[in-house]
Protein backbone atom coordinates (compact mmCIF):
# COMPACT_ATOMS: atom_id res chain seq x y z
CA UNK A 1 0.00 0.00 0.00
CA UNK A 2 2.64 2.69 1.03
CA UNK A 3 4.49 1.62 -2.39
CA UNK A 4 1.39 2.41 -4.02
CA UNK A 5 0.24 5.15 -2.44
CA UNK A 6 4.61 6.41 -3.15
CA UNK A 7 4.32 5.61 -7.51
CA UNK A 8 0.55 7.77 -7.07
CA UNK A 9 2.56 10.73 -5.50
CA UNK A 10 5.66 10.26 -8.18
CA UNK A 11 2.97 10.38 -10.59
CA UNK A 12 1.33 13.85 -9.27
CA UNK A 13 4.48 15.21 -8.71
CA UNK A 14 5.72 14.37 -12.64
CA UNK A 15 2.38 15.78 -13.89
CA UNK A 16 2.51 19.37 -14.79
CA UNK A 17 -0.15 21.02 -14.23
CA UNK A 18 -2.79 21.04 -17.22
CA UNK A 19 -4.73 24.72 -18.18
CA UNK A 20 -8.03 23.01 -19.46
CA UNK A 21 -10.51 25.78 -19.27
CA UNK A 22 -13.38 23.43 -20.23
CA UNK A 23 -12.77 21.15 -17.19
CA UNK A 24 -12.32 24.50 -15.38
CA UNK A 25 -16.37 25.92 -16.67
CA UNK A 26 -18.17 22.17 -16.59
CA UNK A 27 -16.07 19.68 -15.22
CA UNK A 28 -16.14 17.20 -17.99
CA UNK A 29 -12.84 16.24 -19.19
CA UNK A 30 -11.14 15.27 -22.36
CA UNK A 31 -13.86 17.75 -24.29
CA UNK A 32 -12.98 20.43 -27.27
CA UNK A 33 -15.13 23.31 -28.74
CA UNK A 34 -16.93 22.69 -31.39
CA UNK A 35 -18.53 25.30 -32.53
CA UNK A 36 -19.29 28.37 -30.05
CA UNK A 37 -19.84 31.16 -32.77
CA UNK A 38 -23.83 30.45 -32.37
CA UNK A 39 -26.74 32.88 -32.68
CA UNK A 40 -28.27 31.89 -29.54
CA UNK A 41 -25.01 31.53 -27.85
CA UNK A 42 -24.99 27.89 -27.07
CA UNK A 43 -21.46 26.47 -26.79
CA UNK A 44 -20.76 23.46 -28.29
CA UNK A 45 -18.49 21.12 -27.50
CA UNK A 46 -17.32 17.37 -28.23
CA UNK A 47 -15.41 14.42 -26.81
CA UNK A 48 -12.20 14.46 -27.98
CA UNK A 49 -11.59 11.31 -26.04
CA UNK A 50 -13.46 9.03 -23.79
CA UNK A 51 -14.79 10.42 -20.39
CA UNK A 52 -16.18 9.75 -17.46
CA UNK A 53 -17.72 11.46 -14.80
CA UNK A 54 -20.51 11.67 -11.94
CA UNK A 55 -20.94 10.24 -8.37
CA UNK A 56 -18.54 7.01 -8.58
CA UNK A 57 -17.83 7.65 -12.30
CA UNK A 58 -21.13 6.22 -13.09
CA UNK A 59 -21.95 8.61 -16.28
CA UNK A 60 -19.37 7.26 -19.66
CA UNK A 61 -19.46 8.45 -23.21
CA UNK A 62 -17.15 7.95 -25.85
CA UNK A 63 -15.54 10.44 -28.77
CA UNK A 64 -17.57 10.56 -32.10
CA UNK A 65 -15.83 10.48 -35.55
CA UNK A 66 -15.58 14.03 -37.49
CA UNK A 67 -18.19 13.09 -39.71
CA UNK A 68 -20.79 11.64 -37.35
CA UNK A 69 -20.29 14.72 -35.64
CA UNK A 70 -20.51 17.34 -38.46
CA UNK A 71 -23.95 15.40 -39.94
CA UNK A 72 -25.15 15.54 -36.22
CA UNK A 73 -24.32 19.06 -35.36
CA UNK A 74 -26.88 20.59 -38.03
CA UNK A 75 -29.64 18.51 -36.72
CA UNK A 76 -28.96 19.81 -33.02
CA UNK A 77 -27.94 23.29 -34.07
CA UNK A 78 -31.41 23.26 -36.12
CA UNK A 79 -33.54 21.96 -33.28
CA UNK A 80 -31.49 24.01 -30.63
CA UNK A 81 -31.64 27.22 -32.37
CA UNK A 82 -35.66 27.50 -31.59
CA UNK A 83 -34.54 28.27 -27.94
CA UNK A 84 -33.77 32.01 -28.11
CA UNK A 85 -30.47 33.39 -25.42
CA UNK A 86 -32.72 34.92 -23.51
CA UNK A 87 -34.77 31.84 -23.11
CA UNK A 88 -32.02 29.59 -22.38
CA UNK A 89 -30.48 32.07 -20.08
CA UNK A 90 -33.34 32.03 -17.85
CA UNK A 91 -33.35 28.46 -17.71
CA UNK A 92 -29.52 28.24 -17.39
CA UNK A 93 -28.81 25.69 -20.27
CA UNK A 94 -25.35 27.07 -22.69
CA UNK A 95 -23.14 23.91 -23.15
CA UNK A 96 -24.18 20.96 -25.48
CA UNK A 97 -21.60 18.33 -25.37
CA UNK A 98 -21.54 15.49 -28.35
CA UNK A 99 -20.54 12.24 -27.96
CA UNK A 100 -21.69 8.43 -28.62
CA UNK A 101 -22.47 5.63 -26.47
CA UNK A 102 -23.62 7.62 -23.70
CA UNK A 103 -24.63 5.84 -20.75
CA UNK A 104 -25.70 6.65 -16.76
CA UNK A 105 -24.91 3.14 -14.12
CA UNK A 106 -24.52 1.15 -17.71
CA UNK A 107 -28.09 2.35 -18.64
CA UNK A 108 -28.28 3.62 -21.84
CA UNK A 109 -29.70 7.10 -22.59
CA UNK A 110 -30.31 9.55 -25.07
CA UNK A 111 -28.86 13.01 -22.45
CA UNK A 112 -28.12 13.82 -19.74
CA UNK A 113 -29.11 17.52 -18.67
CA UNK A 114 -27.61 19.23 -15.52
CA UNK A 115 -28.83 22.61 -15.18
CA UNK A 116 -26.20 23.47 -12.44
CA UNK A 117 -23.24 23.00 -14.79
CA UNK A 118 -25.28 24.50 -17.68
CA UNK A 119 -24.95 21.16 -19.54
CA UNK A 120 -26.51 19.42 -21.99
CA UNK A 121 -24.70 16.13 -22.67
CA UNK A 122 -26.17 14.91 -25.87
CA UNK A 123 -25.53 10.97 -27.36
CA UNK A 124 -25.33 11.69 -31.25
CA UNK A 125 -25.98 7.94 -31.89
CA UNK A 126 -28.37 7.92 -29.94
CA UNK A 127 -31.88 6.36 -32.40
CA UNK A 128 -31.99 8.15 -35.24
CA UNK A 129 -36.34 7.89 -35.37
CA UNK A 130 -36.62 9.68 -31.53
CA UNK A 131 -33.50 11.59 -32.01
CA UNK A 132 -34.49 15.71 -32.91
CA UNK A 133 -37.56 15.49 -30.35
CA UNK A 134 -35.76 13.54 -27.76
CA UNK A 135 -33.21 16.86 -28.19
CA UNK A 136 -36.54 18.82 -26.91
CA UNK A 137 -37.40 16.48 -24.33
CA UNK A 138 -33.79 16.68 -22.66
CA UNK A 139 -34.06 20.57 -22.53
CA UNK A 140 -37.19 20.14 -20.74
CA UNK A 141 -35.71 18.54 -18.57
CA UNK A 142 -33.24 21.26 -17.91
CA UNK A 143 -36.32 23.76 -17.45
CA UNK A 144 -37.91 21.43 -15.33
CA UNK A 145 -34.89 21.50 -12.65
CA UNK A 146 -34.69 25.09 -12.86
CA UNK A 147 -38.78 25.91 -12.49
CA UNK A 148 -39.61 22.54 -10.30
CA UNK A 149 -42.34 25.44 -8.76
CA UNK A 150 -44.04 25.91 -12.06
CA UNK A 151 -44.28 22.54 -12.93
CA UNK A 152 -45.53 20.96 -9.88
CA UNK A 153 -45.67 17.24 -10.27
CA UNK A 154 -48.58 16.88 -7.45
CA UNK A 155 -50.49 18.97 -9.68
CA UNK A 156 -49.26 17.27 -12.67
CA UNK A 157 -49.95 13.77 -11.04
CA UNK A 158 -53.82 14.75 -10.48
CA UNK A 159 -54.77 14.79 -14.32
CA UNK A 160 -54.33 10.98 -14.34
CA UNK A 161 -56.62 8.65 -13.21
CA UNK A 162 -56.60 7.66 -9.35
CA UNK A 163 -55.63 4.43 -9.64
CA UNK A 164 -52.38 5.78 -11.96
CA UNK A 165 -49.48 5.54 -10.15
CA UNK A 166 -45.75 6.54 -11.83
CA UNK A 167 -42.52 3.89 -11.14
CA UNK A 168 -40.10 6.08 -8.23
CA UNK A 169 -37.27 6.65 -11.11
CA UNK A 170 -37.55 6.63 -15.30
CA UNK A 171 -35.21 3.83 -14.70
CA UNK A 172 -37.08 1.47 -12.31
CA UNK A 173 -39.58 0.79 -15.07
CA UNK A 174 -39.96 -1.03 -18.09
CA UNK A 175 -42.21 1.28 -19.53
CA UNK A 176 -39.37 2.70 -21.93
CA UNK A 177 -41.04 3.01 -25.40
CA UNK A 178 -41.16 6.18 -27.32
CA UNK A 179 -43.21 5.74 -30.43
CA UNK A 180 -46.04 8.13 -29.91
CA UNK A 181 -49.88 6.71 -29.22
CA UNK A 182 -52.44 7.15 -32.14
CA UNK A 183 -54.72 7.13 -29.41
CA UNK A 184 -53.32 8.52 -26.42
CA UNK A 185 -55.29 7.75 -23.13
CA UNK A 186 -54.20 10.34 -21.34
CA UNK A 187 -50.19 9.49 -22.02
CA UNK A 188 -48.17 10.36 -25.27
CA UNK A 189 -46.19 7.22 -25.59
CA UNK A 190 -45.17 4.59 -23.07
CA UNK A 191 -42.66 6.26 -21.47
CA UNK A 192 -44.99 8.92 -20.06
CA UNK A 193 -46.24 6.37 -17.62
CA UNK A 194 -42.67 6.35 -16.16
CA UNK A 195 -42.33 9.29 -14.12
CA UNK A 196 -44.34 12.68 -13.67
CA UNK A 197 -41.51 14.62 -14.81
CA UNK A 198 -40.76 12.36 -17.89
CA UNK A 199 -44.57 12.78 -18.44
CA UNK A 200 -44.08 16.38 -18.43
CA UNK A 201 -41.18 16.36 -20.82
CA UNK A 202 -42.40 13.71 -23.17
CA UNK A 203 -45.28 16.38 -23.85
CA UNK A 204 -42.75 19.47 -24.59
CA UNK A 205 -40.96 17.89 -26.83
CA UNK A 206 -44.17 16.40 -29.23
CA UNK A 207 -45.27 20.15 -28.75
CA UNK A 208 -41.98 21.51 -29.79
CA UNK A 209 -41.38 18.77 -32.24
CA UNK A 210 -44.83 19.15 -33.88
CA UNK A 211 -46.41 15.57 -33.82
CA UNK A 212 -49.01 15.50 -31.39
CA UNK A 213 -51.18 13.06 -32.24
CA UNK A 214 -54.51 13.49 -34.06
CA UNK A 215 -57.25 12.71 -31.79
CA UNK A 216 -55.86 14.26 -27.85
CA UNK A 217 -58.01 13.03 -25.19
CA UNK A 218 -58.99 15.35 -22.23
CA UNK A 219 -56.56 13.96 -19.81
CA UNK A 220 -53.73 15.00 -22.46
CA UNK A 221 -55.40 18.23 -23.49
CA UNK A 222 -55.13 19.71 -20.00
CA UNK A 223 -51.47 18.61 -20.07
CA UNK A 224 -50.68 20.01 -22.77
CA UNK A 225 -52.47 23.58 -21.59
CA UNK A 226 -50.56 23.01 -18.26
CA UNK A 227 -46.87 22.32 -19.90
CA UNK A 228 -47.82 25.80 -22.96
CA UNK A 229 -48.83 27.96 -19.36
CA UNK A 230 -45.86 26.63 -17.35
CA UNK A 231 -43.63 27.82 -20.36
CA UNK A 232 -45.37 31.36 -21.05
CA UNK A 233 -44.88 32.02 -17.54
CA UNK A 234 -40.99 31.63 -17.79
CA UNK A 235 -41.30 33.49 -21.07
CA UNK A 236 -44.47 34.62 -22.67
CA UNK A 237 -42.38 35.21 -26.11
CA UNK A 238 -41.68 31.79 -26.48
CA UNK A 239 -43.39 30.05 -29.10
CA UNK A 240 -44.90 26.14 -28.30
CA UNK B 1 68.19 30.45 -10.27
CA UNK B 2 64.50 29.74 -11.94
CA UNK B 3 64.26 30.55 -15.55
CA UNK B 4 61.87 32.15 -16.75
CA UNK B 5 59.65 30.05 -19.51
CA UNK B 6 57.70 32.47 -22.36
CA UNK B 7 54.03 31.13 -22.96
CA UNK B 8 54.01 29.76 -26.52
CA UNK B 9 51.42 31.36 -28.75
CA UNK B 10 48.77 27.97 -28.26
CA UNK B 11 49.50 28.19 -24.61
CA UNK B 12 48.21 32.05 -24.98
CA UNK B 13 45.29 31.29 -27.12
CA UNK B 14 44.14 28.01 -23.90
CA UNK B 15 44.56 30.59 -21.45
CA UNK B 16 42.74 33.59 -23.43
CA UNK B 17 39.86 31.15 -24.17
CA UNK B 18 39.73 29.91 -20.44
CA UNK B 19 39.34 33.84 -19.71
CA UNK B 20 36.27 34.05 -21.81
CA UNK B 21 34.85 30.58 -21.04
CA UNK B 22 34.98 32.20 -17.64
CA UNK B 23 34.08 35.84 -17.86
CA UNK B 24 31.25 34.32 -20.39
CA UNK B 25 29.69 31.67 -17.40
CA UNK B 26 29.84 34.31 -14.88
CA UNK B 27 27.90 36.98 -16.96
CA UNK B 28 25.38 34.25 -18.04
CA UNK B 29 24.66 33.40 -14.43
CA UNK B 30 24.04 37.01 -13.35
CA UNK B 31 21.79 37.55 -16.35
CA UNK B 32 19.88 34.11 -16.09
CA UNK B 33 19.66 34.95 -12.33
CA UNK B 34 17.51 38.33 -13.65
CA UNK B 35 14.17 36.89 -14.87
CA UNK B 36 13.06 40.20 -15.45
CA UNK B 37 15.86 41.39 -18.05
CA UNK B 38 14.16 41.77 -21.33
CA UNK B 39 11.03 43.03 -19.73
CA UNK B 40 10.14 46.28 -20.93
CA UNK B 41 9.03 48.88 -18.11
CA UNK B 42 6.51 50.83 -18.77
CA UNK B 43 6.35 54.59 -17.29
CA UNK B 44 2.52 55.72 -17.35
CA UNK B 45 3.24 59.09 -17.15
CA UNK B 46 5.15 59.04 -20.48
CA UNK B 47 2.19 57.70 -21.74
CA UNK B 48 -1.37 59.94 -23.03
CA UNK B 49 -4.15 57.53 -22.35
CA UNK B 50 -7.22 58.41 -23.90
CA UNK B 51 -9.11 58.26 -20.77
CA UNK B 52 -6.96 58.43 -17.87
CA UNK B 53 -9.80 58.04 -15.05
CA UNK B 54 -10.13 54.36 -16.00
CA UNK B 55 -6.80 53.25 -16.18
CA UNK B 56 -4.97 51.45 -13.20
CA UNK B 57 -0.88 50.90 -13.11
CA UNK B 58 0.00 47.78 -10.95
CA UNK B 59 3.26 47.88 -9.91
CA UNK B 60 5.21 43.93 -9.57
CA UNK B 61 8.18 42.81 -9.51
CA UNK B 62 9.00 43.41 -13.11
CA UNK B 63 7.84 46.25 -13.38
CA UNK B 64 4.14 48.12 -14.43
CA UNK B 65 1.34 46.55 -15.88
CA UNK B 66 -1.06 49.33 -16.81
CA UNK B 67 -4.85 48.19 -17.08
CA UNK B 68 -7.28 50.34 -19.10
CA UNK B 69 -10.88 49.98 -17.02
CA UNK B 70 -14.39 49.53 -18.87
CA UNK B 71 -17.05 50.68 -16.79
CA UNK B 72 -19.38 51.03 -19.69
CA UNK B 73 -19.08 47.12 -19.65
CA UNK B 74 -19.20 46.60 -15.77
CA UNK B 75 -20.24 49.41 -13.78
CA UNK B 76 -20.78 47.52 -10.79
CA UNK B 77 -17.24 45.56 -11.07
CA UNK B 78 -15.21 48.48 -11.81
CA UNK B 79 -16.94 50.42 -8.98
CA UNK B 80 -15.77 47.72 -6.51
CA UNK B 81 -11.88 47.30 -8.41
CA UNK B 82 -11.44 51.49 -8.07
CA UNK B 83 -12.68 51.50 -4.52
CA UNK B 84 -10.44 49.05 -3.33
CA UNK B 85 -7.38 50.66 -5.32
CA UNK B 86 -8.09 53.66 -4.59
CA UNK B 87 -8.04 52.08 -0.53
CA UNK B 88 -4.60 50.59 -1.51
CA UNK B 89 -6.15 46.91 -0.34
CA UNK B 90 -4.07 45.16 -2.83
CA UNK B 91 -0.85 46.13 -1.77
CA UNK B 92 0.98 43.22 -0.92
CA UNK B 93 -1.75 41.21 -2.21
CA UNK B 94 -0.46 37.64 -3.32
CA UNK B 95 -0.77 36.18 -7.19
CA UNK B 96 -1.83 32.76 -5.61
CA UNK B 97 -3.05 31.44 -8.61
CA UNK B 98 -0.82 31.41 -11.53
CA UNK B 99 -1.28 28.95 -14.44
CA UNK B 100 1.69 29.56 -17.12
CA UNK B 101 0.81 31.35 -20.09
CA UNK B 102 -3.09 30.92 -19.17
CA UNK B 103 -3.48 33.32 -16.49
CA UNK B 104 -2.17 34.71 -12.91
CA UNK B 105 -5.10 35.75 -10.08
CA UNK B 106 -4.63 37.69 -7.15
CA UNK B 107 -6.78 39.53 -4.58
CA UNK B 108 -7.51 37.31 -1.76
CA UNK B 109 -7.23 40.51 0.94
CA UNK B 110 -7.97 38.25 3.41
CA UNK B 111 -6.08 35.05 3.37
CA UNK B 112 -3.31 36.10 0.43
CA UNK B 113 -1.38 39.57 1.96
CA UNK B 114 2.08 39.49 2.53
CA UNK B 115 3.36 38.32 6.00
CA UNK B 116 -0.09 37.12 6.64
CA UNK B 117 -0.69 34.15 3.83
CA UNK B 118 -2.98 31.24 4.74
CA UNK B 119 -2.18 28.47 2.42
CA UNK B 120 -5.08 26.30 3.98
CA UNK B 121 -7.33 29.35 2.31
CA UNK B 122 -6.14 31.50 0.16
CA UNK B 123 -8.36 31.97 -2.61
CA UNK B 124 -11.28 31.87 -0.13
CA UNK B 125 -11.00 35.22 1.70
CA UNK B 126 -13.21 38.14 1.49
CA UNK B 127 -12.84 42.10 1.07
CA UNK B 128 -15.43 42.34 3.93
CA UNK B 129 -17.50 44.79 1.43
CA UNK B 130 -19.55 41.75 0.20
CA UNK B 131 -20.78 40.19 -3.02
CA UNK B 132 -21.68 41.96 -5.99
CA UNK B 133 -23.67 40.91 -8.77
CA UNK B 134 -21.90 39.01 -12.26
CA UNK B 135 -22.20 41.50 -14.87
CA UNK B 136 -21.76 39.32 -18.25
CA UNK B 137 -24.62 40.19 -20.24
CA UNK B 138 -22.63 42.53 -22.50
CA UNK B 139 -20.60 40.97 -25.29
CA UNK B 140 -16.83 40.91 -24.34
CA UNK B 141 -13.98 39.36 -25.97
CA UNK B 142 -11.47 37.76 -23.98
CA UNK B 143 -8.41 38.30 -25.29
CA UNK B 144 -5.16 37.88 -23.97
CA UNK B 145 -4.20 40.77 -21.34
CA UNK B 146 -8.20 40.90 -20.48
CA UNK B 147 -8.83 41.12 -16.89
CA UNK B 148 -11.69 39.92 -14.98
CA UNK B 149 -13.19 39.17 -11.59
CA UNK B 150 -13.18 35.76 -10.30
CA UNK B 151 -15.93 34.08 -8.24
CA UNK B 152 -16.82 31.07 -6.92
CA UNK B 153 -18.71 28.21 -9.22
CA UNK B 154 -22.31 30.29 -8.38
CA UNK B 155 -22.91 33.72 -10.74
CA UNK B 156 -23.10 37.15 -8.57
CA UNK B 157 -20.34 35.73 -6.15
CA UNK B 158 -17.62 38.58 -7.11
CA UNK B 159 -15.78 40.31 -4.81
CA UNK B 160 -12.00 41.49 -4.92
CA UNK B 161 -10.45 38.54 -6.67
CA UNK B 162 -9.96 39.49 -10.17
CA UNK B 163 -7.95 37.74 -12.52
CA UNK B 164 -5.62 38.57 -16.21
CA UNK B 165 -5.65 36.00 -18.89
CA UNK B 166 -2.60 35.28 -20.74
CA UNK B 167 -3.75 33.84 -23.51
CA UNK B 168 -6.83 33.94 -25.32
CA UNK B 169 -9.93 32.63 -24.05
CA UNK B 170 -12.92 32.69 -25.62
CA UNK B 171 -15.49 30.38 -23.35
CA UNK B 172 -14.71 32.98 -20.62
CA UNK B 173 -17.24 35.51 -22.29
CA UNK B 174 -20.56 34.91 -20.55
CA UNK B 175 -19.07 33.64 -17.35
CA UNK B 176 -16.49 36.21 -16.03
CA UNK B 177 -17.35 39.62 -14.80
CA UNK B 178 -14.67 41.80 -17.46
CA UNK B 179 -13.41 44.60 -15.74
CA UNK B 180 -10.38 45.67 -18.27
CA UNK B 181 -7.81 44.68 -20.28
CA UNK B 182 -3.95 45.11 -19.83
CA UNK B 183 -3.03 47.95 -22.83
CA UNK B 184 1.06 48.00 -21.75
CA UNK B 185 3.05 45.36 -19.61
CA UNK B 186 1.22 42.17 -20.06
CA UNK B 187 5.16 40.80 -19.99
CA UNK B 188 5.65 41.59 -16.68
CA UNK B 189 2.44 39.36 -15.64
CA UNK B 190 4.30 36.60 -17.84
CA UNK B 191 7.28 36.44 -15.17
CA UNK B 192 4.79 36.29 -12.24
CA UNK B 193 6.18 33.04 -10.56
CA UNK B 194 4.25 29.67 -11.02
CA UNK B 195 4.67 25.95 -10.25
CA UNK B 196 4.44 23.33 -13.01
CA UNK B 197 2.15 20.72 -10.69
CA UNK B 198 0.41 22.79 -8.99
CA UNK B 199 -2.37 26.19 -9.78
CA UNK B 200 -1.66 27.48 -6.39
CA UNK B 201 1.89 28.99 -5.68
CA UNK B 202 3.80 28.55 -2.16
CA UNK B 203 5.96 31.52 -1.62
CA UNK B 204 3.72 33.58 -4.75
CA UNK B 205 5.20 37.05 -5.64
CA UNK B 206 3.23 39.55 -4.55
CA UNK B 207 1.80 43.08 -6.02
CA UNK B 208 3.86 46.33 -4.50
CA UNK B 209 1.19 48.45 -5.70
CA UNK B 210 -1.98 49.19 -7.65
CA UNK B 211 -3.06 52.77 -7.79
CA UNK B 212 -5.08 54.93 -10.05
CA UNK B 213 -3.51 56.58 -13.02
CA UNK B 214 -5.80 59.69 -11.89
Known amino acids: ?240 | MIEKIKASTSEKIIFLFVLILGLFSITSFLLLKDKCLFVKDYDPKKIDFKDPNNIAVLNVGCGNVIIELYPEISPIGVERFKTLVRSKSYDGVAFHRVIKNKLVQAGDLEFGKKGNIDYGKIGTGKSGLGTIKSEIDKEFNYLKGSVGLARTQKYDTEDSQFFIILQDEPLYEGEFTPIGKVIYGIKVLEKIKYLDKSEYVLRPDFINSLRMFN
Open chain 1, 1 to 240: MKLFKFILLCLFLISPVQADTIYELIKIPHLEIYNIKTENKLRYLNAKQAFTIGVDNNINCFKSSKQDLDKKYKIIEKNLNRYSQNFLKKINLKYIVMCEDLSISGIKTAGIPDNIMKTLIVDIKFNDKYFERVLHHEVFHIIYDSYKNIFDEKIWSKFNPKEFKYAKCSTCTEKIGLDTYSKPDGFITEYSRSTASEDMAEVFSHLMYGNLPSEVDPILQKKIEFIKKGISKIDENFIL
